[in-house]
Nanobody, 123 residues
Framework: QVRPVESGGGLVQAGDSMRLSCAASGRLFSTYAMGWFRQAPGKEREFVAA????????DYEDSVKGRFTISRDNAKNTVYLQMNSLRPEDTAVHYC????????????????WGQGTEVAVSS
């Protein structure tokens, strides 16, 4: 079992950078693929990025490609989301989730979810 806990959210201006962290308990963390999802006000939760057991195995939603970078440190049981060139449309609650096996975009494939951290980007 893996229990993700997100941190690092806050209020920034457009063009700024922010790094989200997700610390996950559980000694099998390294065997899980980890994903970031987000839910903007009035919208459904959507996929942002994911990373597999092998750190080079990553996937990104089109609107964040080239701006966001997902990474993991298995020694610290932590996954990160570095967000650069933030835009007002990135404003959302960001969630970290874990699933056994390979990288995926479907929320239903993720077994464990954090409580979320708010990111607000002002124009």
């Amino acid at each position: 079992q893996v229990r993700p806990v997100e941190s690092g959210g806050g209020l920034v201006q457009a063009g700024d950078s922010m790094r989200l962290s997700c610390a996950a308990s559980g000694r099998l963390f390294s065997t899980y693929a980890m994903g970031w999802f987000r839910q903007a006000p009035g919208k459904e939760r959507e996929f942002v990025a994911a990373i597999g057991e092998i750190p080079r195995d990553t996937d990104y939603e089109d609107s964040v490609k080239g701006r966001f970078t997902i990474s993991r440190d298995n020694a610290k049981n932590t996954v990160y989301l570095q967000m650069n060139s933030l835009r007002p449309e990135d404003t959302a609650v960001h969630y970290c989730a874990a699933r056994p096996g390979e990288v995926g975009r479907e929320q239903g494939q993720y077994n464990y979810w954090g409580q979320g951290t708010e990111v607000a980007v002002s124009s």
